[in-house]
């Protein structure tokens, strides 16, 4: 069966730091792989996804992710966090028509 | 301006009580999604539409029912038989014409039985 799974739950950075939040995925055939954020009483927004080509994808907001087939990863990056970057993370795969959740993880910025 | 527009943003209901929550795009899109989202377990769904006039159960549909006879419209009704309903309900629009497009979220609606 198709999953998602985002192995940290909780992750605290400091402002100028680099993040990474890891995303591993489970998909028989070609993963469309998608990341979203969402700030709290707030819907999601996309940050980026990926479909096929080059496995390094750009984002909005300075992130960008690595699609790892031999991993089954899709990691999402940022070489500097800001205070405003604290939100709660979402990693997905398309399954059919629907998309595939992780449970999410939430990232604070500490000063 | 384009986009998912849900209401209302907060919901309170008592027990035994349906619900109807509201969900509508002028995006065009052809799939429309129901998501439940509860602290710790990410998103849920619930039902999901790909045309008008057909729509399937997700992994939670039980308690919940949804009409889809408008393009722009997936409303969603949290019936009395569902144990559980305060969550915060996403819904999510996509068009049905290639595989790899993103799923565009509203801003959410918060149910709460008192």
């Known amino acids: 069966a198709q999953s998602v799974t985002q192995p940290d739950i909780h992750i605290t950075v400091s402002e100028g730091a680099s993040l990474e939040l890891r995303c591993n995925y489970s998909?028989?055939?070609?993963?469309?792989l998608f990341w979203y954020v969402q700030s709290p009483g707030q819907g999601l927004q996309l940050l980026l996804k990926?479909?096929?080509?080059?496995?390094l994808v750009q984002g909005i907001k300075g992130f960008e992710a690595e699609f790892k087939r031999s991993q089954s990863s899709f990691n999402l990056r940022k070489p500097s966090v800001h205070w405003s970057d604290a939100a709660e993370y979402f990693c997905a795969v398309r399954a059919g028509t629907a998309l595939i959740f992780g449970k999410g993880t939430t990232l604070s910025v500490s000063s | 301006d384009g986009g998912i527009t849900q209401s209302p943003k907060y919901l309170f209901r008592k027990e035994g009580q349906n619900v109807t929550l509201s969900c509508e795009q002028n995006?065009?899109?052809?799939?429309m999604y129901w998501y439940r989202q509860d602290p710790g377990q990410g998103l849920r769904l619930i039902y999901y539409?790909?045309?008008?006039?057909?729509?399937q159960k997700g992994d939670i549909a039980e308690g919940y029912s949804v009409s889809r006879e408008k393009k722009e419209s997936f409303p969603l009704t949290v019936t009395s038989a569902q144990k559980n309903p305060t969550a915060f309900y996403l819904c999510?629009?996509?068009?049905?014409?290639?595989?790899?497009?993103?799923?565009?979220f509203g801003q959410g609606t918060r149910l709460t039985v008192v």
């Open positions: 999510a629009s996509r068009t049905g014409q290639a595989h790899g497009t993103e799923a565009f």
């Open positions: 995006l065009n899109h052809d799939a």
């Open positions: 998909y028989g055939a070609t993963p469309y």
């Open positions: 990926y479909f096929s080509g080059d496995t």
């Open positions: 539409s790909q045309i008008v006039n057909d729509f």
